[in-house]
């Protein structure tokens, strides 16, 4: 069955970066693409990044445009959200989810972090 | 990227139904059919309801459907139960290639 394991939760100060990573089992990683969401505590949905898995192609939200960096390792079928120069606005959870076509039909289980100094 | 806009709070007795609205713009919303509707419990992933406007996704109860005119995409509830309590987000493609959610509604079974 199509899973999206995401790694766990993280505590991190503000100024610093932060890695979350997104195991993908169950079908062939190449074929759909991924994108990062995240939600804010008691906040919306907001729309971050995708990545062509095939290709590495990435689009980033403009909101976020230059602190978000998207990677992807085949051979492990993971993908990569780094986020960079954390401030407070950045605690909330982080999913991913696979992109069948225009829509994401499975996400992970969501990554808290939290910015604190 | 500005939210579309949703209600938010739409409440409704069992059996009955409710109509959620989700507005946008001719550069998302209206510009494509590429608009989805996410249902989210507390503390869980979104789970997707529908995609392109009106499909249903896989095992979703036909209970749930969903429409679109110009810019205003609405997804509706019929025969309202006390499971379908949870907060629900459209989303739709932007001519920038990004995606946009809804500023999301909460839908409460009285």
């Known amino acids: 069955q199509v899973q999206l394991v995401q790694s766990g939760a993280e505590v991190k100060k503000p100024g610093a970066s932060v890695k979350v990573s997104c195991k993908a089992s169950?079908?062939?990683?190449?074929?759909?693409?991924i994108n990062w969401v995240r939600q804010a505590p008691g906040q919306r949905l907001e729309w971050m990044a995708w990545?062509?898995?095939?290709?590495?192609?990435?689009k980033y939200s403009e909101d976020l445009q230059g602190r978000v960096t998207i990677t992807r390792d085949t051979s492990a079928s993971t993908v990569y959200m780094e986020l960079s120069s954390l401030r407070s606005e950045d605690t909330a959870v982080y999913y991913c989810?696979?992109?069948?076509?225009?829509?994401?039909?499975?996400w992970g289980q969501g990554t808290l972090v939290t910015v604190s100094s | 990227q500005s939210a579309l806009t949703q209600p938010a709070s739409v409440s409704g007795s069992p059996g009955q139904s409710i109509t959620i609205s989700c507005t946008g713009t001719?550069?998302?919303?209206?510009?494509?059919?590429?608009l989805s509707w996410y249902q989210q419990h507390p503390g869980k992933a979104p789970k997707l309801m529908i995609y392109?406007?009106?499909t249903r996704a896989s095992g979703v109860s036909t209970r749930f459907s969903g429409s679109k005119s110009g810019n205003t995409a609405s997804l509706t509830i019929s025969g309202l139960q006390a499971e379908d309590e949870a907060d629900y987000y459209c989303?739709?493609?932007?001519?920038?290639?990004?995606?946009?959610f809804g500023t999301g509604s909460k839908v409460t079974v009285l």
């Open positions: 989810a696979r992109e069948r076509f225009r829509e994401w039909d499975y």
């Open positions: 169950g079908y062939i990683f190449t074929t759909y693409a």
């Open positions: 990545i062509n898995l095939s290709n590495g192609n990435t």
């Open positions: 001719s550069s998302d919303v209206g510009g494509y059919n590429y």
């Open positions: 392109d406007v009106s």
């Open positions: 989303t739709s493609y932007t001519t920038r290639s990004t995606y946009v």
